[in-house]
């Protein structure tokens, strides 16, 4: 365990050189932009208990024309365990019944119990922080009369998460991806298709699944507000269970390409995503 845990930090940091060499590259073209961003995850077993866990993000973008790098790290509160967040899906911990998909530490067979009352209530409310992901994409080809914009995207997850509230999995996590972009008038249509090395732990049955995304949004008024509606799913992540997959409705307002707001809300399309997630966030120049 250890020097696997020691591979991947190797793995990781060279990642993060090759990054932040790209970006040097056209760091004089380049900004800096602040996020801030409230997100609130729930879920509901079928024996009747629920819990909602919150995460405060703050980060920091660089963006250049061809280039972009993304660092986030949430503050959490949350009762043990509650979620494990894998990319942009959020896992329940714990299910019931038949087929119902999640129970990522049941099968991780790393902790026990997150709820110990009969009332459906959290038992404890905790507060740590998350993992920490550094998201970068390079945009290999521009968009040109009928072609489409297409990048290189990926991210990279540190393990940085709170041990006592049990949801991260102490591993890192690697994704990489291929994205194309393309605009008519309006309109904005967007997929992409990657595959993600999830970290493994002894006695774990996780498996490396292919990611796919696709959605379209629209500009309304002076370009100012933009509507969007996507869809997100994973192959198999845990045998056994159902691959998760999500349904996302947002809404942004861009006052200046150095201010906006944005508010999302998704929801998962079975047991092994999240039922819902809210999260509005603001976006600006440093």
């Known amino acids: 365990m250890g020097k696997q845990s020691n591979s991947k930090a190797l793995i990781a940091s060279g990642l993060v050189f090759f990054l932040i060499s790209l970006s040097n590259v056209s760091i004089a073209q380049g900004s800096f932009i602040g996020n801030a961003t409230l997100q609130v995850v729930g879920s509901n077993f079928s024996d009747g208990t629920h819990y909602v866990s919150t995460y405060v993000y703050g980060g920091l973008r660089y963006q ?22 894998v990319g942009g899906i959020f896992i329940p911990n714990r299910h019931y019944g038949k087929d119902t998909g999640g129970m990522w530490y049941d099968e991780l067979n790393m902790y026990g119990s997150m709820m110990d009352d009969t009332n459906g209530m959290m038992s404890s409310l905790n507060a740590g922080i998350g993992d920490l992901y550094l998201y970068g994409s390079y945009k290999l080809l521009l968009q040109e009369n009928v072609l489409p914009e297409i990048s290189l995207d990926g991210f990279i997850k540190f393990p940085t998460a709170t041990t006592s509230l049990n949801i991260g999995t102490g591993e890192y996590d690697f994704n990489v991806a291929l994205s194309l972009r393309k605009t008519f008038n309006r309109f904005l249509f967007y997929t992409q298709l990657g595959y993600l090395i999830v970290g493994k732990t002894e006695g774990t049955d996780v498996t490396n699944p292919v990611t796919f995304s696709i959605g379209i949004g629209v500009y309304l008024g002076n370009g100012n507000h933009a509507l969007f509606a996507g869809y997100d799913s994973y192959s198999t992540l845990v045998n056994g269970f159902v691959a998760p997959k999500q349904f996302a409705l947002g809404y942004s307002y861009i006052v200046s390409q150095l201010l906006s707001y944005s508010f999302i809300s998704s929801f998962g399309l079975n047991n092994s995503t999240s039922d819902f997630s809210l999260s509005g966030g603001i976006n600006f120049g440093i």
């Not at 986030?72 to 494990?84: D, E, H, M, Q, R």
Request: net charge positive; charged share 10%; aromatic share 14%.
């Open 64 to 85: 250049a024309q061809r280039f972009n790098l993304n660092v986030n790290l949430p503050i959490v509160f949350a009762s043990k365990g509650s979620f494990t967040q």
